[in-house]
């Protein structure tokens, strides 16, 4: 059975920086497609980053060039680097795996099979 663990949200003014991490069990990282989105309460999920088996990587217009996806395949663990953090990025984050090798990308990861609990990120102004 696979289990995606996060840790790593809390609350940081903006312009901070905050680093989440995902380990998994019961699948290896190195053959799933991995990603992470976001999502407040009444409100529609967004898609935030998505790594594939080979390492590339592709992002939501609205994080690109301040959070990068990353994984560590010795440790099994996805992480997201949240850099220049702004308040609109307060939201949940949840991460994401899929087995498949179907075409993916940033605003697909919501709907990738197996799902996290979530963390909590708040960026105060």
């Known amino acids: 059975q696979v289990q995606l663990v996060e840790s790593g949200g809390g609350s940081v003014q903006a312009g901070g920086s905050l680093r989440l991490s995902c380990a998994a069990s019961?699948?290896?990282?190195?053959?799933?497609?991995m990603g992470w989105f976001r999502q407040d309460p009444g409100k529609e999920r967004e898609g935030v980053a998505h790594i594939d088996s080979f390492g590339s990587t592709n992002y939501a217009d609205s994080v690109k060039g301040r959070f990068t996806i990353s994984k560590d395949i010795a440790k099994n663990t996805l992480y997201l680097q949240m850099n220049n953090m702004k308040p609109e990025d307060t939201s949940m984050y949840y991460c994401?795996?899929?087995?498949?090798?179907?075409?993916?990308?940033?605003?697909?990861?919501?709907?990738?099979?197996?799902r996290g609990q979530g963390t909590q990120v708040t960026v105060s102004s």
């Open positions: 994401v795996a899929d087995p498949s090798h179907r075409f993916a990308a940033a605003n697909t990861v919501p709907d990738f099979r197996h």
């Open positions: 019961g699948a290896l990282i190195s053959t799933y497609q």
